[in-house]
């Protein structure tokens, strides 16, 4: 009988490019709701493809704050969302919701 070894499922891995990020990032924020430790996870999953330590100089937050507040566990401030997205090159696009 063979084994199989599997390796869990990284999604940073697999966050190549800036289009590959904003896609992962614009699916994430469809699939969240109102679940903002859903969005933090995601971020934190974009942050890690894209080096947390450059991340935080870009932000000016401590590495470890950025692993706390982007991990499921983490309850981040909109301000970091705000400053974590916009030095990953993203922004925020609102549209009407359909009926």
């Known amino acids: ?6 390796k869990k499922w990284d ?3 697999h966050l190549q490019t800036k289009e590959d ?3 992962y990032f614009d699916a994430c924020l469809e699939e969240a709701g109102d679940d903002i430790a859903f969005i933090a996870k995601a971020l934190g999953n ?3 493809a894209h080096g947390m330590t450059q ?5 000016g937050l401590g590495r470890e704050s950025l692993y706390k507040a982007l991990s499921a ?3 981040p401030s909109f301000a970091t969302i705000l400053k974590v997205t916009r030095a990953l090159g993203l922004r925020f696009h609102v549209e009407v919701a359909a009926a």
């Open 1 to 6: 009988m063979m084994v199989l070894k599997l």
């Open 11 to 13: 999604s940073a891995e």
């Open 21 to 23: 990020i904003a896609l």
């Open 46 to 48: 974009i942050a890690r």
């Open 55 to 59: 991340l935080a100089i870009d932000t």
């Open 73 to 75: 566990d983490g309850n």
